[in-house]
């Protein structure tokens, strides 16, 4: 895999932590953002492979951030996950309309966040099996 940054935009330092160590062990590089204007300023100085997005946050929620890197040339292909407590069928629907590749909701799983980034990462790769996480996780506890 040859980017493999991946930018979390979460306001809660606990989550964004877990996230940070989790993704960390799968052998992914990992940015942080406490909200959308981080997140943008980040996406102008450094190109990632995958987005995971909060959409409750402060200055610039999940919604607006996912808008603007859907209309913005150069960030509109990075695959977004939304990951959040908004759990209402239509919150989901909407996720999707603003750009979510994939939706979890909160509280989550290691096993639901490895599969959907294992889903957008393979629907948005050029060569196939660029990306296998399964043997990362065979022997970790979900």
Known sequence: MKNKKVLIVEDDEV?????????GKWGFQVEEGEDGLQAL????????RLIICDIMMPNMNGWELMKRVRQNP????????????????ADMF????????????????KAQL???????????????NEIDLS???ENENQ
């Open 15 to 23: 989550i964004r932590k877990v996230l940070k160590v989790t993704l």
């Open 135 to 137: 043997t990362q996780f």
């Open 114 to 128: 490895r599969y959907g980034i294992q889903l957008v990462l393979d629907q948005h790769t050029e060569e196939a």
């Open 94 to 109: 909407k996720g999707f309309e603003m750009g979510a590749n994939y939706y979890i909701t909160k509280p989550f799983t």
């Open 74 to 89: 150069d960030t509109q292909d990075i695959p977004i996950i939304a990951l959040t407590a908004k759990n209402k069928d």
């Open 41 to 48: 300023h980040k996406l102008e100085n450094e190109p990632f």
